[in-house]
Each structure stands twice: as C-alpha cells, then as structure tokens.
T-cell receptor, first 115, second 109 residues
C-alpha cells in the first residue's frame, strides 16, 4: 500500500529534551515536507525537501531541523523542544515532474506535547 | 494577508442537504486548486483537484474555480454523515501547496 508513515503517533516530552519524529514514504517521491497544524492557524509548512540532500525552509522553520540522506526518509528533529512546539505534525510527499498536478500524500500525524 | 482564506465554520447541515464550501485566494501564480478532507485524528487526504478555471465533478462532489474572481468552491450533493470532516482548500504554484485554515462540516442524520 502506498503510504507515508510517521512515528511516533503520540509523544509527550519535557522542555529541552531532543527528539526526532520519523517519516518514511514508499512511493519513490522526490518531494517531502513537514507541516504543523494548530487551531486557528491551519497547516503551516516547516521544512521541505526537493530531493536527497536538498532541503529548504518553509514558513515556520525556527526550532526545527531536517535531513534527507535517503529518498524515502525525512526525519524532523527538535534539538531543544519548547512548549510552543506543542502541535500536530504531518509529513507529506509528492512526485515532482515537468508540470502536472502534485497532490500531496499525508501521513497520519504525530501529536506532540512539550511540557 | 494569508494567500488562501477560508471560513472555518463550523457548518452544520442535515443529511441530504447540498453543501457549499468556499475559499478565496490572492496568489495569481496558483495553477492547481485542491480540496482535501481531514477526518478527526487523521491526515488530510486529497479529495479533488482542478487545473485553472472551470468545474470538475466526481460523484457527489463538484469542485469549481473562478480565476477571474479568485474564488474556489466545493459542492457536496446529498450530504451524508460520513461527510462530516474538515475540508481544506489549497492552491499550488510549482510544488508549493498553500492551504486555507479549513472548514469543519457536520452532517446530522
């Protein structure tokens, strides 16, 4: 089954304790992205990657890091989490071609609580 | 000003009603327009997309884009309780996808 898999689904952590949220896709998509979703603010892009070793900032990158060492994986790293990073996080991926629709496939989400 | 504006609702309708969900956008570079459906505790899933202006129909769903007025609509006919979800509109320029904040729809039986 074609899918984007995120882990963990739920995470409660303490301020300052480094954590990694993993994202993996099995569709050979070039493009991968991380979003956070907050009430009243909608989906906001954190970071994206056009392909292996190519990453760039989205709208809200502060406090986050990413890496893209393999095509299928795109982990999100919080080096020193703070309570304002409590949110619902989504990983998404899509094919990149020469024009055409690029509908994203989303993972099921990671609900992070930082206390 | 956010590039895609969407009324968050909530919108409550009885089963069988026709539902109209709407968005406005400001980015003239958008080429594709999409509607995603998000059930509670799930990730968004692509429902429909349209290229440029015009209508696209898929079963009970019709997506409509009017580029002259920068208006995006999704119509749901014969709405069902299973349609209860948050609906997100989005505009795409290149690979960048810009979402509205979503409209929460509740269909009661």
């Amino acid at each position: 089954e074609a899918q984007v898999t995120q882990n963990p689904r739920y995470l409660i952590t303490v301020t300052g304790k480094k954590l990694t949220v993993t994202c993996s896709q099995n569709m050979n998509h070039e493009y991968m992205s991380w979003y956070r979703q907050d009430p009243g603010l909608g989906l906001r892009q954190i970071y994206y990657s056009m392909n292996v070793e190519v990453t760039d900032k989205g709208d809200v990158p502060e406090g986050y890091k990413v890496s893209r060492k393999e095509k299928r994986n795109f982990p999100l790293i919080l080096e020193s989490p703070s309570p304002n990073q409590t949110s619902l996080y989504f990983c998404a991926s899509t094919h990149v071609g020469t024009g055409g629709n690029y509908g994203y496939t989303f993972g099921s989400g990671t609900r992070l609580t930082v206390v | 000003q956010k590039e895609v504006e969407q009324d968050p609702g909530p919108l409550s309708v009885p089963e069988g009603a026709i539902v109209s969900l709407n968005c406005t956008y400001s980015n003239s570079a958008f080429q594709y327009f999409m509607w995603y459906r998000q059930y509670s505790r799930k990730g968004p899933e692509l429902l429909m997309y349209t290229y440029s202006s015009g209508n696209k129909e898929d079963g009970r769903f019709t997506a409509q884009v009017d580029k002259s007025s920068k208006y995006i609509s999704l119509f749901i006919r014969d709405s069902q309780p299973s349609d209860s979800a948050t609906y997100l509109c989005a505009g795409q320029a290149g690979t960048a996808l810009i979402f509205g904040k979503g409209t929460t729809l509740s269909v009661s039986s």
